[in-house]
């Protein structure tokens, strides 16, 4: 009987002592949250100290409407697992808002004030630069630092700090295997420009995605340069890597320089005669940023958008991106098909630094092209 009581005794002061080891980790944590609050706050940005708290507003909202770049595919099965996750948000809507156009035309009602009923906007990397003013400033990155959100805080601008990409691309060299044998594809760069490619023997993009991603490891002038040479090179011009990529897989040319993986991934899935292939070339140029998100700061529905982006960064949610976009999902997570393909080996990446730039590396390098212009 004593050593029963002596028993429960031991046992309740061990359970006591446990809960007040517990509550003072819990204490020791809090100043910390609390801080980044202060000096969140300081800066003019919201900052959420628990998920919890997030939740409970987004309960009280229970709607949300988005705009993405992401394909239409992904709509389904994304709205889907958000509402398995959060079922008090029942009025969804994502609708695409993809391509220089279609974004152009969304900037101006935002800047107009006219894109009211919008919660999240998709950021098209040219317009990169005239997004801040517009946006609500949510510490995105100091509650991914914190754990507040689960997002790895690289998926998020770390100067505007409430600017989110959860898909990045990578560059690659698409070739007609029964045209030209493996070995004969180029192995870097500055193969191009070797004389058996000299003459209409390879297809460039009018708009050359590949070329302004080598900047980071290049710099400017040497990707310049190299723009330059290749123009020298005579390659055909065409414009739209599906079209391009198209006609590689049909024979009617051998080498398209700079396609992104994941097209040339899902059209090799459709080929029925097996001769497209690609090939990947360092510094691999990579994109984390392909385009990004960002809440609105005539949001009605905030915290239930801070949830949405918090999902797309989400394990589950990249899996979905990578099967139906396809193979698009953020190199930040370590599943992801790019993450794969890009692993051990040398990377140019345009990260947010240069996301805002990348236009105007763009346009240099078309310049530099030196296409002929039409007199006045």
Avoid: C
Avoid at 138 to 156: S, T
């Amino acid at each position: 009987m004593r050593n029963t009581v002596l028993n429960k005794i031991v046992g309740s002061f061990t359970l006591l002592l446990l809960l007040m080891l517990a509550l003072t980790h819990a204490d020791a944590a809090s100043p910390t949250l609390v801080q980044a609050k202060q000096e969140a706050e300081a800066k003019g940005y919201i900052f959420f100290t628990t998920h919890d708290e997030i939740v409970a507003m987004a309960k009280k909202e229970g709607r949300l409407r988005v705009g993405t770049a992401l394909e239409p595919s992904n709509f389904k099965p994304l709205i889907s697992a958000f509402k398995q996750k959060y079922p008090f948000i029942t009025g969804i809507r994502v609708e695409e808002i993809s391509g220089p156009e279609a974004d152009q035309r969304f900037l101006l009602e935002v800047r107009a004030g006219q894109a009211k009923g919008w919660d999240i906007a998709s950021i098209f990397i040219d317009f990169a630069k005239e997004y801040p003013p517009y946006l609500m400033k949510h510490d995105i990155l100091g509650m991914a630092e914190h754990g507040v959100l689960k997002i790895h805080p690289r998926m998020v601008h770390p100067g505007e700090r409430n600017i989110v990409s959860v898909t990045s691309i990578i560059q690659v060299v698409a070739s007609n295997r029964k045209l030209i044998s493996e070995d004969k594809v180029p192995n870097t760069w500055e193969d191009f420009l070797k004389p058996e490619f000299k003459g209409k023997k390879f297809v460039m993009d009018l708009r050359p995605f590949a070329l302004p991603a080598l900047v980071p490891a290049w710099g400017l002038e040497r990707t310049l340069d190299f723009a330059r040479k290749l123009a020298a090179q005579q390659p055909v011009w065409a414009r739209g890597a599906t079209r391009i990529i198209t006609a590689i897989a049909a024979g009617e040319y051998s080498l398209f320089l700079g396609p992104n993986f994941g097209a040339v991934k899902r059209a090799m899935a459709k080929e029925q005669t097996g001769s497209l292939s690609y090939k990947v070339i360092e510094p691999v140029p990579t994109r984390i940023v392909d385009y990004a998100s960002g809440i609105l700061n005539t949001t009605e529905h905030p915290h239930a958008a801070l949830l949405w982006l918090e999902f797309l960064a989400s394990p589950e949610a990249q899996e979905i991106i990578d099967k139906y976009e396809p193979l698009k999902a953020s190199v930040f997570s370590p599943n992801s098909a790019v993450a794969q393909e890009v692993r051990g080996r040398e990377l140019s990446v345009i990260d947010w630094n240069h996301f805002t730039n990348f236009q105007e590396y763009t346009e240099k390098i078309i310049a530099a092209f030196g296409f002929p212009k039409a007199d006045k």
